[in-house]
């Protein structure tokens, strides 16, 4: 029975983690990344219990009490730092993205807490074990990803990554938790009503993302080759981005415009080298690995010190460099 148990209370939450893996037909997330995020969702569990043992035992307070206006601020919160922290690094490019990490570090919280609750009820009913594998587990998990789904959008659309992206996204996450601890249908319904939504919404967002992220390949490829072809083919004063280009020399040391054409140049190679990865992926084919890439991108780095913050903005209107573009330059370099 303890087996059953078990299986119940942990599989749902593993297989929807990995039901969204397997969705990501461009593997912005790899296994390991995964699997980290998953550790760390374990780890903010820890903590977390620790804590509300800790604020139980000195607030004298109800544990039903606690567990409804408390204890969901508290846990979702410790969860969306782990995610702040990924997109704040800009290791998150696209809400799939946001969201398998979101959902591995939603299963590794609630894999821990059903494994202390499996220690402490272990006589309990059969029933529990289904409210808890298939209710508040994945309650957890699409709380993570929901958190990071709406952090990652609002960041997206203000350009920034401040209280106004994380404040509601973490208000929205902390509140289904809430109302789902205070079971207004019944917790078999509560678990239903978990189960008819969240992942639901989840994949649709996987959807749109997908589709958001097929359209920039698209589009950012043909700017980038363009610009690339023009840079190579040494015609490149011919055109308007060449003109701009020289007309640099009237406010940049020459050796500087110089730098600041190789590194545009590096720039692009890379960001095309990242999109074509991103399209064999998408097909199931292996990248061949590039020897030249470090050299790259220690020269990228070189030149980046060398043309200093003025020089980074005065490429700014051929190098839109946000968060997207970024976060490829961090896949290829990984």
Request: charged residues 20%.
């Amino acid at each position: 029975m303890i087996f059953l148990h078990v299986i119940l209370s942990l599989a749902p939450v593993v297989l929807l983690a990995l039901l969204l893996q397997l969705l990501d037909s461009y593997k912005l997330v790899r296994g390991e990344a995964a699997a980290t995020s998953l550790i760390k969702g374990a780890g903010a569990a820890l903590v977390c219990m620790l804590i509300n043992m800790l604020f139980i035992r000195k607030l004298h307070i109800e544990v039903t009490l606690y567990a409804r206006y408390i204890a969901p601020f508290l846990e979702e919160g410790a969860k969306a730092l782990l995610v702040y922290g990924l997109i704040r690094k800009k290791q998150v490019g696209f809400l799939v993205d946001a969201a398998i990490h979101g959902v591995a570090m939603g299963a590794g919280f609630a894999v821990i807490e059903n494994i202390y609750y499996l220690y402490s009820l272990a006589e309990s009913s059969l029933m529990i074990w289904i409210i808890r594998g298939f209710g508040t587990a994945v309650m957890h998990a699409s709380c993570t990803a929901l958190f990071a789904i709406l952090c990652k959008h609002l960041h997206d659309r203000n350009g920034r990554l401040g209280i106004s992206c994380w404040g509601p996204a973490w208000f929205v996450a902390a509140l289904i938790h809430s109302a789902f601890n205070h079971f207004i249908l019944s917790p078999l319904l509560s678990t239903l009503v978990i189960l008819a939504i969240l992942p639901v919404f989840i994949i649709l967002v996987y959807e749109y993302s997908e589709r958001s992220l097929r359209k920039w390949l698209a589009l950012s490829m043909d700017e980038e080759m363009a610009m690339l072809e023009i840079i190579l083919s040494g015609r490149f004063t011919e055109s308007k981005f060449g003109q701009y280009l020289l007309s640099l020399r009237d406010h940049f040391p020459p050796a500087v415009v110089v730098d600041l054409l190789c590194y545009l140049r590096i720039y692009l190679e890379l960001a095309m080298r990242a999109k074509g990865i991103l399209l064999l992926r998408q097909h199931g084919l292996p990248a061949q690995p590039d020897t030249a890439l470090r050299e790259k991108f220690n020269e990228f780095k070189y030149l980046e010190k060398s043309i200093g913050r003025t020089g980074k903005l005065a490429l700014v209107p051929f190098m839109r460099i946000r968060d997207r573009e970024l976060w490829q330059l961090y896949m290829l370099e990984k």
